[in-house]
């Protein structure tokens, strides 16, 4: 019988980020849809996401 430690029968790979269904428009400084439209107006976008910022304020800005 071989001993398995607790916390790794529940542990899973760790996966990239998820790709996002917007991207950063640097010119406009917000984030758009494929269509044009701003992601922080699509609400059901909001509701499944929680959110529409990116990480790279989060690594600059304490407050973000």
Not at 3 to 11: G, N
Not at 29 to 55: F, H, I, K
């Amino acid at each position: 019988m071989t001993m398995t430690p607790f916390a790794l029968q529940y542990a899973r790979p760790q996966t990239g980020e998820p790709a996002a269904p917007y991207a950063f428009d640097q010119a406009e400084q917000v984030n758009v849809l494929a269509g044009g439209g701003y992601a922080a107006e699509d609400t059901a976008l909001l509701a499944r996401l929680g959110s529409t910022a990116s990480t790279a304020g989060s690594k600059t800005h304490w407050d973000d």
